[in-house]
């Protein structure tokens, strides 16, 4: 079983920054791609951002692309997400997401982190 932590989430303004995190724990049994998907009040959950096993693969939604970088650190089996030039439609509850490489379903989700960008 893998258990993932998000931290980082909080109100900031528009056009700042914010960092988030996301811990692995647990025993993962082979490669994963890590990914960022977000939730507002009142829509459905979507994509954000995924990155591949070795960190050189990166996908992002047209929403956030420009704006948002997402990494990850395979010692520290931490995936980040540094959000700039946030806008209130980046309000959202932020959640990481893990899948084994050659699946197509996630197969492990964390528990979200609110963001909140204030006008």
């Known amino acids: 079983q893998v258990q993932l932590v998000e931290s980082g989430g909080g109100l900031v303004q528009a056009g700042g920054s914010l960092r988030l995190s996301c811990a692995a724990s647990g025993r993962t049994f082979s490669t994963y791609t890590m990914g960022w998907f977000r939730q507002a009040p009142g829509k459905e959950r979507e994509f954000v951002a995924t990155v591949n096993w070795s960190g050189d693969d990166t996908y992002y939604a047209d929403s956030v692309k420009g704006r948002f970088t997402i990494s990850r650190d395979n010692a520290k089996n931490t995936v980040y997400l540094q959000m700039n030039s946030v806008k209130p439609e980046d309000t959202a509850v932020y959640y990481c997401?893990?899948?084994?490489?050659?699946?197509?379903?996630?197969?492990?989700w964390g528990q979200g982190t609110q963001v909140t960008v204030s006008s």
């Open positions: 997401a893990l899948r084994y490489s050659g699946k197509s379903n996630i197969d492990y």
